[in-house]
């Protein structure tokens, strides 16, 4: 009579075991995605601070007929957008982009005095901490936010200055023109988190949401 509840708690205990071992492995796996050296939000800050700068300028110089722009001195990945940026809002103000300087009425020099990311912390609480431990590498302590805020903020300082291309008489400069772009995050008592930003259009970027089924795109023909 005693033979069968040890059998079937044997049974239990090994049904058990397969579970966990099986929730082990579930909980093991992962997909590896490739990190690229600058995160996309740095890019949106400083492309976005690129814009409104570009913006004013063009405001500011006020240029219409045939342009040419002159980027000689504007080097860099970033940089090449800023000056993208400022032909299309030449552009939508009237001016003429010609591909040659031989032709143009204007020649429009830009310089690009600043085009990156700032970043600002500030914490009420206790900061992580590295703590040596001996035949180990150093653990840290987590950090302990009553309250914290995280400002990060793209800066672009752009100017341009026009003259003729015949005389080379000043047609117009711009003076420095300048774009900023800002992504704010706030801790508050630990778990409270909250954040704002000016980098995309409300609704343009949803998050996922993990009860809702994401219908397979099939490829064009």
Do not use: H
């Not at 004013?56 to 000689?72: E, F, H, P």
């Not at 020649?107 to 700032?118: I, M, N, Q």
């Not at 970043?119 to 914290?148: D, H, R, Y």
């Amino acid at each position: 009579m005693g033979f069968f509840p040890t059998e079937t708690a044997s049974r239990a205990r090994a049904g058990a075991a397969t579970l966990a071992a099986a929730l082990l492995l579930a909980a093991c796996s992962s997909s590896q995605v490739t990190r690229p050296a600058r995160t996309a939000t740095e890019q949106l800050l400083i492309s976005t601070a690129a814009d409104k700068a570009a913006e004013r300028l063009a405001q500011t110089l006020s240029i219409q007929g045939s342009v040419y722009v002159d980027a000689a001195s504007v080097e860099g990945y970033d940089n090449k957008y800023a000056v993208s940026a400022i032909r299309d809002a030449l552009l939508r103000r009237g001016a003429r982009i010609l591909s040659s300087r031989d032709g143009a009425d204007t020649v429009v020099e830009l310089r690009v005095g600043a085009l990156s990311v700032d970043s600002e912390n500030s914490l009420v609480g206790i900061p992580s901490i590295n703590v040596p431990l001996p035949m180990t590498q150093n653990a840290t302590t987590p950090e302990i936010s009553l309250f914290k805020k995280e400002l990060t903020q793209g800066v672009a300082k752009v100017a341009a200055t026009a003259y003729d291309r015949k005389t080379g008489a000043l047609v117009a400069s711009s003076g420095p023109q300048y774009g900023f772009s800002n992504k704010a995050e706030w801790v508050l008592l630990l778990l409270l988190r909250w954040g704002s930003n000016d980098l995309l259009p409300s609704g343009e970027r949803p998050a996922p949401v993990p009860w809702e089924t994401m219908e397979a795109v099939p490829p064009d023909p």
